[in-house]
């Protein structure tokens, strides 16, 4: 999850300032019944992936690299058809997240709605699905 969470931060830096705990939003779909376990695997998957790409590039893990080196890690797999799909769905969720509903507790303050200017519709959620 230590490196998850930084390749959040790396794609979307702007949800840590905003106070969206994007890393707590995946582990609820990771832990959620109706998200596949393909897709869970896939996941998980893009870490190790993520990790081979770091050492064949820079010699050390994901999480040790400095900025610009994650950045150029970031660029050699979103030319592959995994990465990019990998990255695609981090961008999903951390999306999700930042959008997310008060009571999922990922999003506490709606900052992201209020960042963008947005006012959610009502009824909200009274529970939450995940």
């Known amino acids: ?66 900025e610009d080196e994650r950045q150029s890690v970031l660029l050699s797999i979103s030319k592959q058809k995994w990465g990019k799909q990998w990255i695609d769905k981090m961008l999903t969720f951390i999306m999700e997240a930042s959008l997310s509903d008060q009571i999922y507790g990922v999003n506490p303050n709606s900052a992201t709605a209020k960042w963008l200017g947005f006012e959610a519709g009502f009824p909200r959620p009274k529970e939450a699905y995940l």
């Open 1 to 66: 999850m230590q490196t998850i969470a930084l390749v959040q931060e790396d794609l979307f830096p702007h949800a840590k300032n905003l106070g969206v705990n994007t890393q707590k939003y995946l582990t609820l779909i990771l832990n959620h019944s109706k998200v596949t376990t393909q897709e869970k695997s896939f996941l998980r998957n893009g870490v190790q992936w993520l990790n081979e790409e770091a050492l064949l590039l820079h010699k050390k893990m994901y999480v040790r690299l400095a």
